[in-house]
């Protein structure tokens, strides 16, 4: 996807410094990217600009998947074995970082968004955690004018769902007029702010990953699994 990148100066985005954030158990592999859109829209904006992020993130040396959301049952209305929600727990296992995408709609992230994290559980048979630690970004676009409500509530959403979300956010007003015809950003303020925020969404995750198991480790999950040890220790006694 980097090919198309005419709309980008690449002076002024050098790779990344990798030596610089990387662990020193670093897995060594590309940073590993997940895209997320709240849209099945025919023109779908909330895609068009994740494409646009996935472009910069292969630039940056990323990885990157986007999954489609078409044919994802509404949560709790299918088995967990649905090959939707298979694929989209087997991506979110695969990556190390996410981008949210969501148009706002009727004040708020779409239900197409919403749906896709509450697929998304805190923990999975075996103790994967597919959410824990991963870093996140989170963008929106609007049909009207400026707005913030949709980040707002993903980064609530990132939250509870144990991310790194970074400080840095997109939002685009009135994105039908801001796309040309072949679905692109041109150079100006909103393509400027989604390469920044994917910059900046690279660099967290190299610091992050192969730190991330230190660095969401906490003293209250420690304590319930002292106490489940010494109640099986206990039981072994009687």
């Known amino acids: 996807m980097t090919d198309g990148l005419d709309n980008l100066r690449k002076e002024a985005l050098p790779q990344i410094d990798v030596a610089a954030l990387?662990?020193?158990d670093d897995p060594g592999h590309k940073p590993r990217i997940l895209?997320?859109?709240?849209?099945?829209?025919?023109v779908s904006y909330s895609l068009k600009?994740?494409?646009?992020?996935?472009?910069?993130?292969e630039y940056l040396g990323c990885e990157t998947r986007i999954f489609d959301p078409s044919g994802l049952p509404l949560p709790d209305d299918a088995p967990?074995?649905?090959p939707k929600v298979v694929e989209l727990r087997e991506l979110a296992v695969w990556a190390e970082g996410m981008v949210w995408s969501s148009p706002e709609r009727h004040g708020a992230m779409t239900s197409i968004m919403k749906a896709q994290i509450d697929w998304l559980p805190l923990s999975l048979k075996g103790g994967i955690r597919p959410t824990q630690g991963k870093t996140l970004a989170v963008m929106q676009v609007s049909g009207g004018s400026q707005s913030f409500n949709a980040v707002n509530q993903m980064r609530i959403l990132g939250r509870w769902m144990r991310m790194v979300t970074i400080p840095n956010q997109s939002s685009i007003p009135k994105a039908w007029l801001e796309f040309d015809e072949g679905g692109r950003l041109p150079q100006g303020p909103f393509l400027a702010r989604i390469v920044d925020?994917?910059?900046e969404l690279v660099k967290f995750t190299w610091l992050v990953r192969g730190r991330a198991e230190y660095l969401?480790?906490?003293?209250?999950?420690?304590v319930e699994s002292a106490?489940?040890?010494?109640?099986r220790v206990s039981l072994k006694d009687t």
């Open 35 to 42: 895209l997320l859109y709240g849209s099945l829209r025919e």
């Open 227 to 231: 106490d489940e040890v010494h109640k």
């Open 216 to 222: 969401v480790d906490r003293y209250s999950e420690r």
């Open 49 to 57: 600009a994740a494409q646009e992020a996935a472009r910069i993130l």
């Open 22 to 24: 990387k662990a020193a």
């Open 197 to 199: 925020v994917m910059e």
């Open 80 to 82: 967990a074995e649905h």
